[in-house]
């Protein structure tokens, strides 16, 4: 038998076009430094605080000869009723001794966003007809331009952070 209704109605727009996320590859001293300066960053331009940081995923394995890091988060910051900014940073790296820098090596930080929006379809009358009408006719008469202005303050945040990230490495352009 089918199913007419779901519990909900997702809606899913990535923060980056065409590319879903933003890569930054980095080489040279003290790559390690990278995990306690994006911490401090997600509190600081997201304005969130640290307990909603999620950290999915940590690896830090240490050898003789070298670290080897793997570490992701996951940031859900509520914008309205209905959408929410979903960020994930992931972070990978090496690092081994160096007689000039302490330590020295590679990293690589991949920084996906996304704006979703969910509509509830889990009472009767949110899965009416009549519901369904003036739900489309809200999204795309009034609700449209508040999601394009979502993702647009979204990917200018996301700039900012690797702005900041590359500032912090000292990779920023010259002018």
């Known amino acids: 038998m089918p199913v007419y209704a779901r519990t909900k109605l ?3 727009d990535y923060c980056f076009f065409p590319v ?6 980095y080489a ?3 790559p ?9 960053l997600f509190v600081s331009m997201f304005g969130v605080e640290e307990k909603e940081i999620q950290e999915r995923e940590f690896r830090w394995d240490r050898h003789e000869a070298e670290e080897v890091f793997h570490v992701r988060w996951e940031i859900v910051k509520d914008l309205d009723q209905f959408s929410f900014q979903h ?3 992931s972070l990978d790296g090496r690092a081994r001794p160096s007689k000039e820098f302490g330590k020295e090596g590679t990293l690589n930080i991949r920084i996906e966003g996304r704006i979703r929006t969910e509509y509830p379809q889990e009472t009767i009358w949110q899965r ?3 519901y369904e009408m003036f739900r489309v006719f809200y999204h795309k ?14 990917r200018a945040m996301l700039g900012r952070f ?5 500032s912090f490495f000292n990779l920023l352009p010259r002018m």
């Open 162 to 166: 690797n702005e900041e990230i590359r």
């Open 128 to 130: 009416s007809l009549i």
């Open 32 to 40: 390690q430094n990278a995990y306690e300066h994006i911490k401090k």
């Open 10 to 12: 997702l809606i899913h």
């Open 20 to 25: 879903p996320y933003a890569t930054f590859n």
């Open 87 to 89: 960020i994930v940073v």
């Open 28 to 30: 040279g001293p003290n």
């Open 141 to 154: 008469v009034i609700y449209q331009s508040t999601r394009k202005r979502y993702i647009e303050e979204c």
